[in-house]
């Protein structure tokens, strides 16, 4: 059984910073793409920023030049560096990976339970 577990979530004051986490556990082959998405209340979720297993990242416009992503391997997770936060970040977070099981084998999808990021003075 996999599973994500995300970490690091707060209140934080406009133009602060925060640290999301995402450790995946279980028995696996490897881990391809993950990811950071973001939901509002009465919105879809979005996609904030992504890493392949090679390390290129890939973000939405919103957040280029704020927000970075990172991923160890060793330690199957992913990091999501956020500064200069603005309120229109608040959102509940998740994190996402596609899972591989066997070599050459095809990918499953994985969710975290979220993390609640908000950003309010």
């Known amino acids: 059984q996999v599973q994500l577990v995300e970490s690091g979530g707060g209140l934080v004051q406009p133009g602060g910073s925060l640290r999301l986490s995402c450790a995946a556990s279980?028995?696996?082959?490897?881990?391809?793409?993950m990811g950071w998405y973001r939901q509002v209340p009465g919105k879809e979720r979005e996609l904030v920023a992504s890493i392949t297993i090679g390390n290129f990242a890939n973000y939405v416009d919103a957040v280029k030049g704020r927000f970075t992503i990172s991923r160890d391997n060793a330690k199957n997770t992913v990091y999501l560096q956020m500064n200069n936060l603005k309120p229109e970040d608040t959102a509940v977070y998740y994190c996402?990976?596609?899972?591989?099981?066997?070599?050459?084998?095809?990918?499953?999808?994985?969710w975290g339970k979220g993390t609640l990021v908000t950003v309010s003075s």
């Open positions: 279980g028995t696996f082959f490897s881990i391809n793409d």
């Open positions: 996402n990976a596609r899972i591989v099981f066997r070599a050459f084998g095809s990918e499953i999808t994985y």
